[in-house]
């Protein structure tokens, strides 16, 4: 199942999956962001170093699902 790209406007928490919230890339404190603060936050100079980890969780969460998946099995 191919899931849409998380939009601006989404809050991280809703877009992480838990599985995904155990992670060391994820800050419970941006949490309740959304996903375009989260961005302006990594773009920023310098850049938040927690904020470009959490905009990698949420642009990557489809393919780390699937890779936990595969060590599962």
């Known amino acids: 199942m191919v ?3 998380a939009q601006d406007g989404d ?3 809703d877009v992480i999956p838990g599985s995904l919230k ?3 890339s994820y800050h419970r404190d941006y949490g309740k962001r959304t996903f ?3 961005k302006d936050l990594a773009r920023a100079n ?3 170093p927690r904020a470009r ?3 990698k969780l ?3 969460a489809d393919r780390l699902r699937q890779k936990a998946q595969r060590r599962r099995s």
């Open 11 to 13: 809050i991280a928490d």
């Open 3 to 5: 899931r849409p790209v």
């Open 46 to 48: 310098p850049p938040d």
């Open 58 to 60: 949420i642009e990557q």
């Open 36 to 38: 375009k603060e989260i």
């Open 22 to 24: 155990r992670s060391p």
């Open 53 to 55: 980890q959490m905009k």
